[in-house]
């Protein structure tokens, strides 16, 4: 599970990259598919916000109940996820609007991503380096099989970096490849 999760770090650090690519060119007055970052707070909305985030949560959780007294660990992820959650639902919704043609000013859309792309890294950065070594060491085989055995979507398979690219997320699928090459 916590390989999965790992994965999915690693997926999200491309997105990342992408999105810092796009904020500079924003920065420097040139030309952007608004479309693409759409595309990529879709997916983070759609697939990060609602599967990956939630099963990091549940592996926390079951940390803090059964081998930490702490709550500090979940509490703070819990509250970095909802503040991800939130943020990407503001950034969908000015995307929304940007896509409709609405004048929109580009420095305060430029600051809201430039500061959901930081969130995002501290965030993957604090659960790579300090979390996991943790759950690493803390979590026995037992565990991770119960915590499996609680996961309730362990069927949905990543619109994105999946087997099968889900067709909304064709293009974006194609701009990852080219970047990465």
């Not at 650090?13 to 796009?22: D, G």
């Not at 983070?44 to 609602?50: E, F, I, L, V």
């Not at 409709?100 to 790579?128: C, G, M, R, T």
């Not at 759950?135 to 996961?151: F, M, P, T, V």
Request: aromatic share 10%; glycine share 2%; proline share 2%.
């Amino acid at each position: 599970m916590l390989d999965s999760i790992k994965k999915d770090h690693i997926n999200i650090s491309s997105l990342l990259r992408v999105l810092e690519k796009k904020l500079h060119l924003i920065r420097s007055g040139q030309a952007v598919k608004y479309k693409l970052i759409a595309d990529i707070i879709t997916y983070m909305r759609d697939y990060a916000d609602k599967y990956h985030h939630p099963k990091e949560d549940v592996i926390y959780e079951y940390y803090r109940k059964y081998r930490s007294d702490s709550e500090q660990l979940s509490n703070r992820l819990a509250q970095e996820h909802e503040q991800l959650c939130q943020l990407t639902v503001e950034l969908a919704d000015v995307l929304d609007l940007i896509l409709l043609d609405a004048v929109i000013p580009l420095d305060q859309f430029s600051q809201k991503l430039e500061k959901y792309i930081q969130l995002q890294w501290d965030h993957l950065n604090y659960e790579e380096n300090e979390v996991f070594p943790i759950l690493k060491q803390s979590l026995l085989a037992d565990d991770w099989r119960n915590i499996e055995q609680n996961w309730d979507y362990s069927g949905v398979v990543d619109p994105l970096f999946g087997g099968l690219v889900d067709k909304q997320f064709q293009e974006l699928s194609e701009r990852i490849h080219i970047s990465e090459s």
